[in-house]
């Protein structure tokens, strides 16, 4: 049996049922300002929700003036670049920093990655 709300997730060791957990951070105080669970397996959908949460939170702990939203630097990782996540941060007024998806393909300092992959090859086979 399990939780209906959690998700079939792809780790290192396999598919896993879960929840992906998410953590908006402010880097100065070192606090979190909002965190969530959810069982959706992508983080391309997940900053919406976290930015409105941390809105509210700020609005209703009457921290708004002290830590707003807008104008603040978010960081994060290529799984979080989406059309809804990059339109979520423009309504916010969030200046976001997420790389695409092919970032690497058109970056020439990663032009000789293949050759740091490790291959399986027919003669190292038994």
């Given amino acids: 049996m399990t ?8 780790t290192g ?10 953590a908006l951070v402010d880097d100065k105080k ?4 909002h ?3 959810s069982g959706v397996g992508q983080d391309h959908q997940q900053i919406a929700s976290v930015l409105a949460g941390a ?7 009457g921290l708004n003036e002290e830590l707003p939203l ?3 630097k978010l960081s994060a990782d290529c799984n979080y670049h ?3 996540n990059l339109k979520a ?3 916010y007024q969030v200046d976001a920093y997420i790389p695409d998806n092919h970032f690497r393909q058109r970056d020439p300092r990663f032009a000789t990655q293949e050759r740091h992959k490790t291959r399986l090859r027919e003669r190292d086979l038994p």
């Fill in 82 to 84: 989406s059309e809804a």
């Fill in 13 to 22: 060791h396999g598919v896993v049922q879960g929840y992906n957990a998410q």
């Fill in 30 to 33: 070192q606090v979190i300002v």
């Fill in 89 to 91: 941060c423009a309504s």
């Fill in 55 to 61: 809105s509210e939170m700020l609005e209703l702990s």
């Fill in 35 to 37: 965190g969530l669970a």
């Fill in 3 to 10: 939780d209906n709300d959690s998700a079939k997730m792809t």
């Fill in 70 to 72: 807008e104008n603040t």
